[in-house]
């Protein structure tokens, strides 16, 4: 796995951090006309960004949902944080793999919107999952209904639902991007001339950049997956948006339109690419430079 990496969005320090993997019939990730291998390990990653009065944590990632999962405390503590640290969680969503950790953080403010909330906490919805009727994925939907008792319910005092966009912190807009499920929301981090754009499960796998309308078994409404998709990837290009997502690899990129879709590109080279639009924009960057062995190099204006 890899470790906490950390990287500069204007004045914020932010920071990955993995809590592990699981593997999935390929199947449920992608779909049929994509012929996927029999399995696929997907990564699962958090963020943590400083704004420097406030900490916000972005998902918390699976606890004991899998054999390497749970590793997200670890990953905190490589960056010298406490859980007590952190002021406010943000939920993108409320599957298993992004709320198992809350309990890490009690004395943290939990944000979501109100509408996944009210769905997942919902007699009607805990019912239908019981009875495996919501995304016909068997036991599994058992084990959603479960993680939202165990995990979610407990955090109900110390909740922050939302209704709306809303800026939660300084530079930091949670909004919806329904679709993956119903209160699905995505994150948009900006500081000085940069934006990090965390869109969640919105993508879940690098192919869907190229392919955006490939949809996964967990996506509860695949016209609004697709459509709120292509609305984050359009954002991401036309601002240059350093690009973020819970299960792609690495979590950090940039995207790039091309043609009727869009390309992926891995951190260290979105970084570079970012740079490059910048020098171009303003025509007197300092460039990128790397600090120690960090990943991430930073970005600074002059
Ligand atoms: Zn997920």
Known sequence: ????????????????????????????????????PAELTAPYTALLVDTGSTRVLIDTGAGALGPNTGKLAESLASTGFLPEDVHVVILSHAHPDHIAGVRLF?????????????????????????????????????????SVRDHLAPARDRLRLLDR???????????????????????LVSSGRQQLLYVGDALVHPAQFEHPDWVCA?????????????????????????????????????????????????????????CVHLREERNHVTGCRRTGTKTHPSISLS
């Open 1 to 36: 796995m890899r470790g906490a990496e950390r990287f500069r969005i204007g004045d914020y320090d932010c920071w990955t951090l993995p809590d592990g993997e699981l593997t999935y019939p390929g199947s449920a990730v992608l779909p049929p006309e994509s012929h996927p």
């Open 106 to 146: 009690p004395n943290s403010a939990v944000v979501m919107m109100r509408k996944e909330f009210e769905f997942w906490m919902s007699a009607e919805t805990q019912a239908r999952l019981e009875a495996c009727e919501v995304y016909g994925l068997g036991p599994l939907e058992a084990v959603m209904a479960a």
């Open 165 to 187: 966009p809303t800026e939660i912190a300084a530079g930091i807009l949670v909004f919806p991007a329904p679709g993956h499920t119903p209160g699905h929301a995505a994150v």
């Open 218 to 274: 967990f996506d509860l409404s695949s016209v609004e997956t697709v459509r709120t998709r292509k609305q984050l990837l359009e954002r991401a290009v036309a601002d240059r948006c350093l690009f973020a997502g819970f299960h792609l690899p690495g979590a950090l990129g940039a995207v790039e339109a091309r043609q009727a879709s869009f390309r992926w590109e891995p951190a260290v080279a979105a970084e570079m690419n970012a």
